[in-house]
């Protein structure tokens, strides 16, 4: 028996974005079905609530976690670090400034860092969804490799600290 698989999802929309978000989950829900899906706190509320009415046999997995600007784009954003969540659909409203906008930038910005699907808007999510990519076992993420860039800041932070150190004791000098 094949082994289904299962793409870890996370489905977040700002509030003018979340009628898309659901009508289009509803429109792929047959390819959605099996999969898991982490949520932030109103967002996965209506989107579980319109799968189960559309389909009340399926078991659908779903992590609710906080809404957005109460620290849920957080929580999605620690499950992306950790590696739970392959694809990001962020249905973002480009009309309205967020209150919380700093978390936005922070979670899109950890997409990139980890090398995740992100998509931002319906066209983009259709062409996702419908690569053969999405279905293909084989296709994984990678993780860019930032050892460099991490050690590199390392050393910038010894040679820092050995500056700041040698100007502490030329000025106690000086005082003296």
Partial sequence: MEKKLVRHIGLVAHDAMKKDLIEWVLWNSELLIGHKFYCTGTTGTLILKALKEKHPDVEWD????????????????????EGKIDYLF??????????HDTDVKALTRLAGVENIVFCCNRSTADHIISSPLFVDP?????????????????????????????????TKKQQQ
């Fill in 62 to 81: 779903f992590t609710i976690l906080k809404s957005g600007p109460l620290g849920g784009d957080q929580q999605i954003g620690s499950r992306i670090v």
């Fill in 90 to 99: 962020f249905f973002t409203d480009p009309m309205t400034l967020q209150p």
């Fill in 138 to 170: 084989s296709y994984v993420r990678t993780l860019p490799d930032y050892s460099g860039y991490v050690q590199r800041f390392a050393n910038q932070a010894v040679v820092s600290e050995a500056v700041q150190s040698v100007q502490k004791r030329k």
